[in-house]
């Protein structure tokens, strides 16, 4: 029995979108769904209960950063991430290749992994698939990712061929070390950059492994939207129709729907709480800074339409008066409301797959969220 598995609803008439369940360990995620990062095993400013309360199906936490501190042993001893940070529902890790890749002149790339310095006091680590399926094995994560290389965009062909058949050697790694495969589903990512027969390559050489799940990455790594959607055109149809099938680090609204129309399952993004941070609100307008002085007699709530507790209880001046005099209270106000914007934006996402008309709710989000199809979004 796999620890994740997929159940398939069924498929909007208007678009292709799949409305779908993914299985785990603890607890069922209703898809498509966004998963809110938190990096450090804590989503930044919000409680367990908080997330709860905005109905966070899945939360992610970052297998780099838990490796540095404070040592994926020591989670371990507390009796795995669930325990240790008090949330009961699924978890899915990363495998921190992401983040070693970005340390672009801090890491050397081998067969056997990449060597690199830690960017908190510059000791000397080494990250492997091997590694990397010992950490969350500790972790204890539902959702395990295999360990890969990420190349940069734009990068030459040669070197993005290479970098995905190695990728390809790792995922075979990974699964030979996953030792707790009845518990923890280990998911695969597609790699390839720009290139459509790069990416149909990854597509097929991991799908023959018949991992419990696919991840498609490599996107939204500074390349237009429009190149995004390509790639995921010419991938997701490759993909499993009974595995669920979750795009990386993807999170503006835009990106979520249009992405929900192309096959995806699952999403995730610091979006949504680093903007937070400086002020920055999603409504159901567009964009709203709500650090500007306009806002400074303004008592309305962030989003008229929104029902999330920030905007039951506080107004844009107050939050603009916390936010201007650094309380973290405003920070907690703003990262609640974007979180459960994009929780509740999946929410409608998934209603419009059941009642055949998510186009139809494209087109109307689009129209009052001030999109147009060339936009950047966020």
């Known amino acids: 029995m796999m620890a994740v598995t997929y159940e398939y609803i069924k498929t909007c008439k208007q678009t292709g979108a799949r409305l779908g369940r993914v299985h785990t360990p603890h607890g069922t995620i209703e898809t498509p769904a966004f998963m809110p990062v938190g990096t450090q095993a804590t989503v930044k400013t919000m409680s367990p209960e908080e997330l709860k309360q905005m109905d966070a199906h899945i939360i992610l936490s970052n297998t780099y950063h838990l490796f540095l501190r404070p040592g994926h042993q020591l989670v371990k001893e507390a009796g795995g991430l669930h325990k240790f940070m008090n949330w ?211 008592f309305g709530p962030l989003d008229p339409e929104c029902s999330c507790y920030t905007c039951r209880n506080y107004s844009r001046a107050y939050i603009r008066h916390l936010i201007k005099a650094d309380e973290t209270f405003g920070i907690r106000l703003t990262t609640y409301h974007n979180l459960h914007f994009l929780l509740e934006l999946m929410r409608k996402v998934r209603q419009a797959i059941q009642e055949d008309r998510l186009m139809d709710f494209r087109n109307e989000f689009f129209e009052q969220y001030g999109l147009h199809d060339n936009d950047k979004g966020f």
């Open 88 to 298: 009961d529902r699924p978890i899915l890790t990363d495998s921190g290749g992401f983040q070693v890749f970005s340390l672009s002149d801090l890491r050397k790339i081998t067969e056997e992994g990449v060597h690199f310095r830690s960017h908190l006091n510059g000791d000397k680590l080494f990250l492997s698939p091997e590694v990397a399926m010992e950490i969350q094995n500790a972790l204890g994560s539902d959702i395990m990712m295999a360990f890969d290389e990420c190349p940069p965009y734009p990068a030459d062909e040669n070197y993005v061929k290479s970098s995905l058949e190695r990728t390809t050697r790792w995922a075979e790694r990974c699964l030979q070390a996953h030792a707790r495969p009845h518990d923890q589903g280990l998911f695969a990512i597609v790699q390839g950059g720009m290139y459509p027969e790069l990416r149909k390559q990854s597509a097929r050489d991991l799908t023959s492994m018949d991992f419990p799940g696919y991840a498609i990455g490599g996107l939204s790594v500074g390349e237009p939207k429009h190149l995004m959607y390509e790639m995921l055109e010419e991938t997701v149809p490759l993909l499993p129709n009974n595995k669920p099938r979750y795009l990386m680090g993807v999170g503006s609204p835009d990106a979520l729907i249009d992405g929900a129309i192309r096959g995806i399952d699952m999403f995730d993004c610091v979006l949504p709480t680093r903007i937070a941070r400086n002020g920055t609100c999603m409504t159901s307008q567009g964009r709203l800074v709500v650090r500007n002085a306009q806002y400074m007699n303004d």
